[in-house]
């Protein structure tokens, strides 16, 4: 079986590979011309969807593909054919999502950032933090990694709020409701964390409205897609202190322009597209688990579905 590995880490993903299936032949780059040359030979694609959608363009297609992305946007692109098996990651960002989520709350509610002006000012600052406990989190998109999160941070003793396409029971949420109520219950949130995939209906939704009904103590974190929030009104918000703060991993253009707001805006932290990397292992193993659905004729985890977007 030839398979194209369209990937930074190419050579990496070869050697896992050939480790546990040395039966499969792999033809591997990160170089379009390079991936140009193999792919219509390749009847299975595994890589980066922004490697592997000029291909798609060039009227090339696998009869299956395996993204190393949790998103796929690249490959929903205007254009593109649809008519092939499409796969996303999944099962292996839950926990790393997790660890960044519970980081960040525990650096807000044990107030590291001020604590660390304090000390370069050489300001003794014996303020006392706040727990956990108690607190009302809404996680906004309650799939494979939203799930995750959310059984990470359970044994804390926080609320659990959380927002999907459509209401559901779903421990250990205490409600999930549909996109319509996110207004209602941001309301509610000490912690409003976005983990939505980028689909029409999710775009723009974090806009100057919705901050207005958050309370002035909460945090946004947005490791979900940039096009969610709209720039501005995350900023303006931030300036008039209708939230407390803003951790910020994704954002519309990446990386982000010098200039952009983002860089100066009061009590926001940038941290780089880096919640959940991929891990080449877990997404090998991801990968063989799949490859032996595909032959064996059963269904695959993680499947596209290109109406939904995801």
């Known amino acids: ?56 363009r060039q009227g090339v297609k696998p009869q299956w593909l395996q993204s190393t992305w ?4 690249p490959l929903l692109a205007s254009g593109l054919p649809t008519d092939y098996l499409l796969t996303r990651a999944v099962g292996i960002f839950g926990q790393v999502m997790a660890e960044y989520v519970l980081c960040h709350l525990l650096a807000h509610e044990r107030q590291l950032f001020a604590a660390l002006a304090a000390q370069v000012e050489q300001r003794w600052d014996n303020r006392r933090p706040h727990s956990l406990a108690g607190r009302k989190v809404l996680i906004v998109g309650t799939g494979d990694i939203g799930l995750s999160v959310a059984q990470f941070l359970a044994p804390f003793g926080v609320e659990l709020l959380g927002v999907a396409s459509s209401p559901r029971q779903l ?48 945090l946004f974190i947005n490791a979900g897609r940039g096009v ?71 269904e695959l985890r993680g499947p596209v579905d290109f109406a939904r977007g995801y």
């Open 228 to 298: 969610a929030v709209v720039d501005a009104d995350l900023v303006a918000a931030l300036e008039q202190s209708h939230l407390a703060g803003a951790v910020i991993d994704v954002c519309r253009e990446e990386p982000l322009p010098t200039g952009h707001p983002f860089w100066s805006a009061p009590r926001l932290l940038l941290t780089g597209h880096s919640s959940a990397p991929t891990e080449p292992r877990l997404l090998v193993q991801l990968f063989l688990d799949n490859l032996a659905r595909w032959q064996g004729g059963d």
């Open 1 to 56: 079986m030839r398979v194209l590995l369209a990937e930074a880490e190419h050579a990496l993903y070869a050697e896992l590979l050939r480790q546990q299936a040395p039966e499969l032949e792999l033809f591997g780059s990160d170089q379009p011309a390079r991936l140009a040359e193999y792919a219509a030979g390749c009847p299975i694609w595994l890589g980066q969807p922004d490697l592997l959608a000029p291909l798609l």
């Open 171 to 218: 421990p250990p949420f205490r409600q999930v409701l549909g996109l319509d109520d996110l207004p209602s219950l941001a309301g509610e949130a000490d912690y409003l964390i976005n983990l939505l995939p980028d689909t029409p209906a999710t775009r723009d939704i974090y806009d100057a409205a919705l901050f207005a009904q958050l309370k002035p103590s909460a």
């Open 70 to 73: 949790a998103g796929i946007t």
